[in-house]
């Protein structure tokens, strides 16, 4: 006779707050929430290390007192998602001490191994939850994904664009933040 697998138990945002408060799941554990789904992070190389550093320096530098960067720091997106976003531009620290940011002004995702995913489950989750502007600095190809116009019914972006070592990108809610690719990316 044929058994059915149990269905995956889906977490909501809620529940895997109370498993981190529990201690069932430790800071060192580096977990994130996905559509549901406890997924563990794949461990940081050093270029991935870099380009993150990079990115975060680059739009301090580019946003100033206008807004704060955080990195790799959770985002309450949802009811099922609490990505660990590589990098956030969000309006102010002070509103996030008793709870993480709702929303963000840009989210970045340095991808290596991470790619597919990057592209396809965390774009979908951002683009859902309105999220003006994400890119993934990829470290495969060399160059920066930009995407723009969050579709948040069909959890995806209406604009994207691809950018090269030698460009520039202002960042969409922020105007005259403007930085360089070069400045983002590891090894240039």
Same mark, same amino acid.
């Given at each position: 006779?044929?058994?059915?697998?149990?269905?995956?138990?889906?977490?909501?945002?809620?529940?895997?707050?109370?498993?981190?408060? @529990?201690?069932?799941?430790?800071?060192?554990?580096?977990?994130?929430?996905?559509?549901?789904?406890?997924?563990?992070?794949?461990?940081?190389?050093?270029?991935?290390?870099?380009?993150?550093?990079?990115?975060?320096?680059?739009?301090?530098?580019?946003?100033?007192?206008?807004?704060?960067?955080?990195? @790799?720091?959770?985002?309450?997106?949802?009811?099922?998602?609490?990505?660990?976003?590589?990098?956030?531009?969000?309006?102010?620290?002070?509103?996030?001490?008793?709870?993480?940011?709702?929303?963000?002004?840009?989210?970045?995702?340095?991808?290596?191994?991470?790619?597919?995913?990057?592209?396809?489950?965390?774009?979908?989750?951002?683009?859902?939850?309105?999220?003006?502007?994400?890119?993934?600095?990829?470290?495969?190809?060399?160059?920066?994904?930009?995407?723009?116009?969050?579709?948040?019914?069909?959890?995806?972006?209406?604009?994207?664009?691809?950018?090269?070592?030698?460009?520039?990108?202002?960042?969409? @809610?922020?105007?005259?933040?403007?930085?360089?690719?070069?400045?983002?990316?590891?090894?240039?």
């Amino acid at each position: 006779m044929a058994s059915i697998a149990p269905a995956a138990t889906r977490f909501t945002s809620e529940e895997y707050f109370a498993l981190i408060d @529990q201690g069932t799941l430790r800071p060192d554990d580096r977990v994130e929430l996905l559509e549901g789904v406890i997924v563990a992070m794949a461990p940081e190389n050093p270029r991935h290390a870099v380009a993150t550093e990079k990115t975060a320096e680059a739009l301090r530098g580019a946003v100033g007192g206008r807004a704060a960067i955080r990195v @790799q720091h959770a985002l309450h997106l949802g009811a099922h998602s609490v990505p660990e976003a590589d990098v956030a531009v969000v309006r102010r620290h002070d509103d996030y001490v008793r709870a993480h940011p709702r929303t963000a002004v840009l989210v970045v995702e340095v991808a290596d191994t991470s790619l597919i995913q990057d592209r396809l489950s965390k774009a979908a989750i951002y683009a859902a939850a309105g999220i003006p502007e994400y890119w993934i600095i990829n470290l495969r190809d060399d160059r920066v994904e930009m995407f723009r116009a969050p579709d948040r019914g069909a959890a995806r972006y209406a604009e994207t664009r691809l950018l090269a070592r030698g460009e520039r990108v202002e960042l969409a @809610q922020l105007p005259g933040a403007t930085i360089a690719v070069d400045a983002l990316l590891p090894g240039g």
